[in-house]
């Protein structure tokens, strides 16, 4: 099912994305076959009532023929014009707005709100016109088929109204869409159960009331055979099933269709999918309050996963990960990890003749190699300082071979930086031992980082390896614990690096 079929709950209403002339004729044509088809069904009703279902006293007298055969035609005639072309044609036009494509003003949405009443006072309004001058008319030649003409074509009616209301209100659902997300909510005269009652009592009460009146003059009549008032009964018991059925339909969709537009939205959020599932409101009821609230639930959620993308992008995305599995606190464990530190060469010359947004684009491509590199070997980048990384193996997500991922992803950063950013040299330092990591700092503002000798040692290895940025500077203890690194390294010197009392045994990548 493509998107267009989803926004307003039919494939018949097309597109939100749909233009405003292309809108305005496919609302009209909707509204005007709606309306003749609400007109013909009551007119096929009509029918059937007066010929069939009550068909004593008879219509078809010899003093009655111009009522037959030249009013009543005339007058369907021009109803089914008033009625249909006029009350379409009137209705579009005050939706002017929608098809110029501009925002609709407060008299804009009141009109727009209140153009299925309209078309329904004129449905209304022309029926009950009906009423009243068909019962003159036959009443004036025959005075005992005034009550029978005033129920036949009352009833009718009020089916047409019924039926023409519920489609009235589908074909203009994208007005209502643009017409409340303008900030216009409808207010609920119909309601869910407004609407199941309406449809009860016109598809099945009043047919059911016909069945008692037609049985009670039956009753009281003595020319009324029971071939007669079985015959009526069973024409009013048709009309009951089949208007009821037609009423119930158009109202469950009317109901489901909101429904299953959340449905569906839900099942695409559930696979993960928030980006564009942002419904289009067109109910004015429940229904419409249900559109509103799955909005702003997905609102939420696309804002709690901007907000998670940015914190990982800050700390860390294992590190975001832990904070928000469990709540953080300050304070650390001890962990064993690796550590890689890297150090521009030469910084103050960098900023030498270029400008400061010259100085950022290269750091972010240096900052973007080293980053590649440490993900890869699902490490951490802990710190930007500066001109200055320090990325950690092993903590807070475990890793099997945390030394033999740091020594890799420091050959890898070498060769990245050289190929990739060659205005940048740097020296690399690993180190491998254990560390006290987690939270430091305060309750109200703390970060996640590591503390101990390791990550002072990989500092000074990056310092001493800026003599030959080719090759990046490892300790012994980091070599010695990698899997299947060691052979990648080869011994250079012992020595002792400044501000640490013990000697390093210092390998270089080959």
Do not use: C
């Amino acid at each position: 099912m493509d998107r267009g079929s989803r926004d307003y709950g039919s494939i018949l209403l097309g597109s939100a994305s749909e233009g405003g002339f292309k809108q305005r004729v496919r609302i009209q044509t909707l509204l005007t076959s709606f309306l003749l088809i609400a007109n013909l069904i009551g007119a096929i009703l009509a029918i059937a009532l007066s010929a069939v279902g009550i068909p004593e006293p008879s219509l078809f007298q010899s003093e009655l023929w111009w009522v037959n055969y030249i009013a009543v035609p005339v007058y369907v005639a021009v109803a089914f014009v008033v009625g249909t072309v006029f009350g379409t044609v009137v209705v579009v036009r005050d939706l002017q707005w929608a098809i110029r494509d501009r925002p609709p003003t407060a008299k804009d949405a009141r009109r727009a709100q209140r153009a299925p009443w309209r078309l329904v006072f004129i449905q209304g309004a022309l029926w009950a016109a009906a009423t009243v001058m068909f019962t003159i008319m036959y009443g004036v030649l025959d005075p005992n088929l005034i009550p029978k003409m005033f129920f036949v074509v009352g009833l009718s009616g009020i089916v047409v109204v019924a039926i023409s209301y519920l489609l009235i209100e589908f074909a203009l659902r994208p007005v209502a869409a643009e017409v409340i997300s303008a900030g216009y909510r409808r207010r609920k005269r119909s309601g869910v159960r407004s609407r199941s009652i309406v449809s009860w009592m016109v598809g099945s009460a009043i047919p059911i009331i016909g069945i008692l009146l037609v049985v009670f003059f039956g009753a009281f009549r003595d020319d009324t055979s029971k071939l007669d008032l079985f015959v009526g009964v069973t024409v009013l018991a048709v009309i009951a099933l089949s208007t009821g059925l037609l009423l119930t339909v158009l109202t469950s969709i009317s109901v489901t269709a909101p429904i299953r537009s959340v449905r569906t939205a839900m099942n695409r959020v559930q696979s993960g999918r928030i980006s564009d599932v942002d419904l289009v409101v067109y109910d004015g009821t429940e229904l419409g309050d249900l559109q509103v609230g799955f909005n702003s639930m997905v609102g939420g959620l696309r804002e709690r996963e901007r907000m998670r993308d940015l914190f990982g992008r800050h700390v860390g995305r294992d590190v975001a990960e832990a904070a928000l599995a469990q709540d953080p606190e300050l304070g650390g464990a001890e962990r064993t990890v690796a550590v890689v530190f890297v150090d521009v060469i030469g910084s103050t010359t960098l900023a030498q003749g270029r400008s400061p947004s010259e100085v950022v684009e290269i750091l972010n491509r240096f900052f973007a190699v080293i980053v590649a590199a440490v993900e890869r070997g699902q490490g951490l980048v802990n710190k930007f300082e500066g001109d200055a990384v320090l990325a950690i193996f092993g903590a807070p997500l475990e890793i099997d071979d945390p030394a033999g991922a740091a020594l890799m992803a420091a050959r890898d950063i070498a060769s990245g930086l050289a190929h990739e950013v060659p205005d940048i040299s740097a020296g690399i330092g690993v180190s491998y031992g254990t560390v006290v990591a987690g939270n430091v700092g305060a309750i109200e503002r703390f970060e996640y980082t590591v503390i101990g000798d390791p990550v002072n040692e990989s500092a000074r290895l990056s310092e001493l390896a800026k003599r030959d940025p080719r090759r990046p500077l490892a300790s012994g203890r980091a070599v010695d614990a990698a899997a299947g690194e060691a052979t990648s390294w080869e011994r250079q010197e012992s020595t002792t690096l400044r501000g640490r009392s013990e000697e390093t045994v210092v390998y270089a990548a080959l």
